[in-house]
């Protein structure tokens, strides 16, 4: 249960997009097995030299994930290169009575290298070539719902997901807009679905071009039965007013 609310991070190629002029600030239901079990925020905040932050955090308020006193903070820094969101960095910290994590990426796009600190997988280097578009969990989520402005159905885009060392090649293909309800009401979104044919499990994220860049809805099943959910709750910004 508890890798499934870590898996909230793990949430298409596109014409030039603006930089973002304003932030965003997000509330989550979240949902294991089907049941709640917890709440996360996301949020878009200016930091420092025209760069960004995209924040994401998770608190277990049932069942198990309560009673670990499971808590997650990451932090992704970001800029825009040709309209697109590019990692710079993030800071990770997972808090619960099982395991304690901190962990630290640093992308240098001079040098093309990333490089960890912190409590990285055992057996894996702690710097990396950059390989395609680099993303880690809280990073994915705003570089998706920037894609998925553009993507047409049936439109493929890569990333290379890197997590306490490790890499991996991601693919999201994008469809037709669908109606989706949730608690902050009914939206038009963009379903981008990533699959996993190894372990059976699957991941589809709806985003409505309509709103800031976060999702509004995220199912992940394994073997076809639901494993984990968001079902966005509010989200304010200067555009939405909502």
Do not use: C
């Not at 249960?1 to 002029?21: F, G, H, K, Y």
């Not at 902050?184 to 309509?210: C, H, L, N």
């Amino acid at each position: 249960m508890i890798r499934a609310l870590v898996l909230l991070t793990l949430l298409l190629s596109v014409p030039a997009l603006a930089a973002p002029t304003q932030g965003f600030r997000a509330e989550y239901e979240v949902f294991i097995d089907g049941k709640a079990a917890g709440e996360s925020v996301m949020e878009l905040v200016p930091g420092e030299n025209g760069s960004w932050q995209h924040r994401l955090s998770a608190t277990g308020t049932r069942g198990l994930a309560k009673l670990a006193r499971f808590t997650t903070e990451q932090v992704a820094d970001i800029d825009w290169l040709d309209g697109r969101p590019r990692l710079l960095g993030a800071e990770m910290t997972q808090r619960s009575l099982v395991k304690d994590r901190d962990l630290k990426v640093r992308v240098d796009w001079d040098r093309g290298t990333i490089r960890w600190t912190g409590d990285i997988e055992k057996d894996e280097p702690a710097q990396r070539p950059i390989d395609g578009r680099p993303s880690v969990g809280s990073s994915l989520n705003l570089q998706l719902a920037y894609d998925a402005r553009a993507a047409k159905p049936g439109k493929r885009v890569e990333y290379v997901l890197h997590d306490r060392g490790r890499r991996r090649a991601l693919d999201y293909v994008a469809g037709a807009p669908e109606t989706v309800q949730v608690p902050a009401g009914r939206f038009s979104a963009v379903p981008m679905r990533g699959e996993r044919v190894e372990k059976q499990r699957v991941t589809i994220a709806w985003y409505d071009p309509a709103l800031p860049p976060t999702p509004v809805r995220v199912l992940q099943t394994e073997e076809g039965e639901e494993k984990y959910e968001l079902r966005l709750r509010r989200i304010e910004s200067p555009a939405s007013g909502r």
